[in-house]
């Protein structure tokens, strides 16, 4: 499965707002597969990692990709890693 099959266009407004934070520009980004190839390049996710995702999805309200992608049976504790790494952002700024 490919994740960005499973995000709609308006989620993806909705995970932009969420990454606000970011310093690049999002405006141009509209569909899920640019999105998603964005947080990769800049290494806020990659195949082994992806509890960013994760938050983002559960916060603009896909939880049922986020779900499956829990599910897949990852052993890293997503639970908090989108917050973290805001914080950890904020305190870089």
């Given at each position: 499965?490919?994740?960005?099959?499973e995000?709609?266009?308006?989620e993806?407004?909705?995970?932009?707002?969420?990454?606000?934070?970011l310093?690049?520009?999002?405006e141009?980004?509209?569909e899920?597969?640019?999105f998603?190839n964005?947080?990769?390049?800049?290494?806020?996710?990659?195949?082994?990692?992806?509890?960013?995702?994760?938050?983002?999805?559960?916060?603009?309200?896909?939880t049922?990709?986020?779900d499956?992608?829990r599910d897949?049976?990852k052993?890293?504790?997503y639970?908090?890693c989108?917050h973290?790494?805001?914080?950890?952002?904020t305190?870089?700024s």
């Open positions: 499965m490919k994740i960005a099959d995000i709609t266009k308006e993806v407004a909705k995970m932009k707002f969420l990454c606000s934070h310093r690049r520009p999002l141009a980004i509209e899920p597969v640019e998603v964005f947080l990769r390049r800049r290494g806020i996710i990659s195949p082994g990692d992806v509890g960013y995702l994760i938050g983002l999805l559960d916060n603009s309200g896909n049922r990709l986020a499956m992608i897949r049976g052993k890293t504790d639970k908090h989108h973290q790494y805001i914080q950890r952002k305190m870089q």
